[in-house]
């Protein structure tokens, strides 16, 4: 079975703190997103990578930035965070460019 | 723009009863998905249809690829509330290799 994991189910983060959430994928995938989830809007692609050190920008790319130095390693950054930015984070990884296999979530809240 | 439309949003049946939830767009696609989320947890993959009037079956859950790969149903009989969550449908565009999230029917069922 493919497993996705994340690095935190929960966090809490101030305004202006610099935030990592990491992704980690054991089946060799090339593909790996980061995505947000909110009530209304649905799942957004903030981020995907098709390869080491290689990324493009999804449709919210703004106060996000992604790093990915290692092929099962995917990590989204919030330089400094916002309350705008409380939501669920998913992590997805593919062998293509469908069928993705997410991580569990994390939920962040920051006051 | 929404592209991937889903409905009902939401839908509250008994249990034993029958149900469809529907996912169209004006756009032709190459592939689709569809995904379970349960509360607190990520998407989990379904199935992926690829084919103009292809069905499959997932015991009691029966998704259909329209004939002109523009929309998709997903058929639950005798729901039981182990089916309850959130259903999302995706689907990987002709043009590119990106993938849309419709906002997701969430479905109750109720013992």
């Known amino acids: 079975d493919v497993k996705v994991t994340q690095s935190s189910r929960y966090l809490v983060k101030r305004t202006g703190e610099k935030v990592f959430l990491e992704c980690v994928q054991d089946m060799d995938h090339e593909n790996m997103f980061w995505y947000r989830q909110d009530p209304g809007l649905g799942l957004r692609l903030i981020y995907f990578s098709y390869d080491v050190k290689m990324k493009e920008k999804g449709d919210i790319p703004e106060g996000y930035s992604v790093s990915r130095e290692k092929k099962e390693r995917f990590s989204l950054i919030l330089e400094s965070a916002s309350t705008n930015q409380t939501s669920m984070y998913l992590c997805a990884s593919t062998p293509r460019t469908y069928e993705q296999y997410f991580g569990p979530g994390t939920r962040l809240t920051v006051t | ?111």
């Open chain 2, 1 to 111: 723009t929404q592209l991937l439309e889903q409905s009902p949003q939401f839908l509250s049946i008994q249990e034993g009863e029958n149900l469809t939830v529907y996912c169209n767009s004006s756009s032709v696609f190459s592939s689709l998905q569809w995904y379970r989320q349960e509360p607190g947890e990520g998407p989990v993959l379904l199935v992926t249809v690829v084919t103009g009037g292809e069905v499959k079956k997932l015991k009691r859950l029966t998704f259909q690829f329209g004939d002109a790969r523009k929309d998709s149903s997903l058929h639950i009989t005798a729901a039981q509330p182990g089916d309850t969550g959130l259903y999302l449908c995706a689907a990987k565009m002709n043009r590119d290799d990106k993938i849309i999230f419709g906002k997701g029917t969430r479905l109750h069922i109720l013992p």
